[in-house]
């Protein structure tokens, strides 16, 4: 068996146009232009790029992207108050700052501090909480990106076997939360999960969110499941290069699964067309509209 790929890019390309349509309709019908600030503190590389591409693909979807660069030295206090000024300017709908704060920064008391109705990341804990219980929440975007994903294969995940690796706040909770809401019978595991390869034998849907290289191998895969792996690793690669793996071993799980997300190319690109779809969400839940049925 060959895998079938699923093509995050050209998923993500047609999510963008979809958010990009809304928008321009919430611009005609509304006057309404969606407006997101991101905020970076400091100067880490890897986060002034994701604040960039994220800026970008904003405006690139017609909304407004207002970018506040703090210095690194910037105290708690101050990042708290910068945050309560957007909360309570109507032209920002979607609040987001950017991880990881510098260490005099407490990053769950700043998330805590948004208003959870600007919380286009879908960390705050009313948004989590929200989640849990089945409410409208805004969720994460990462987990976002792989249901959308599962469901471009599986348009009904009911019932299926789904087993997610990882635990964290941001990827393995959520997506677990998500899955549980589509109805399928959700299985988390972690670190100190015995006899893994079993357990993941037995997923219809194998979601991998681990930040371990290659670590799920083709014999961990069931026959025909669909995959769907989170992870980005750096790896050394050759001529002094750097390249991007996933936490499945992508030739082995080919030759298994039904369909199979690569890395790059498969949840990465989900992730920020799913932020510009919670862009959209929030303005629409603040302005008491219909949400973009997408
Ligand atoms: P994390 O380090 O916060 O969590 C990793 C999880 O994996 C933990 O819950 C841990 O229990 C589990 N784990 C670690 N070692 C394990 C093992 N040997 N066996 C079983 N479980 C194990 O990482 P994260 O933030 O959830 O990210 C996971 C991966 O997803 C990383 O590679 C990260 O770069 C990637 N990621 C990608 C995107 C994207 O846009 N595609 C977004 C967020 C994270």
């Not at 050209?10 to 969606?34: C, F, N, S, W, Y």
């Not at 992207?65 to 309560?84: G, H, S, Y």
């Not at 792996?229 to 030759?255: C, H, L, S, T, Y």
């Not at 990465?268 to 603040?286: D, E, K």
């Amino acid at each position: 068996m060959t895998a079938r790929i699923i093509d995050g890019k050209a998923i993500a390309a047609q999510l963008r146009g979809k958010v990009a349509g809304e928008v321009a309709r919430l611009k005609q019908a509304h006057d309404l232009t969606p407006g997101i600030a991101v905020v970076l503190v400091g100067t880490n590389p890897a986060s002034e790029v994701y604040v960039r591409t994220k800026s970008k693909a904003v405006a690139e979807a017609g909304m407004r992207a207002i970018d506040r660069k703090l210095p690194e030295t910037t105290t708690e206090a101050d990042l708290l108050t910068e945050v309560a000024r957007l909360n309570a300017d109507p032209a920002v709908h979607g609040i987001l700052v950017q991880l990881p704060l510098p260490k005099q920064i407490d990053s769950q008391k700043v998330i805590a501090t948004i208003d959870p109705a600007k919380d286009v990341d879908g960390f705050h804990p009313v948004n989590v909480g929200k989640l849990a219980s089945g409410l409208p929440a805004l969720v994460p975007c990462t987990p976002l990106g792989c249901v959308v994903l599962a469901k471009t294969v599986h348009p009904s995940l009911a019932g299926m076997d789904a087993v997610v690796i990882g635990r964290s706040n941001i990827v393995g909770k959520p997506v677990a939360q998500l899955l549980l809401a589509e109805n399928a019978t959700v299985t988390v595991t972690h670190s100190k999960t015995r006899d893994l390869p079993t357990v993941a034998r037995r997923a219809d849907l194998l979601v991998a969110a681990i930040g371990k290289p290659e670590m799920v191998r083709g014999d961990w895969i069931k026959p025909g499941a669909t995959v769907i792996d989170v992870g980005i690793n750096r790896m050394p690669g050759e001529g002094g290069k750097w390249r991007i793996v996933g936490d499945v071993a992508f030739g082995e799980a080919q030759k298994v699964a039904g369909a199979l997300t690569p890395v790059p190319g498969g949840v990465g690109p989900m992730t920020i067309a799913c932020l510009l779809l919670n862009i959209v969400r929030a303005v629409c839940m603040q302005h008491g509209l219909p949400g973009p049925k997408i």
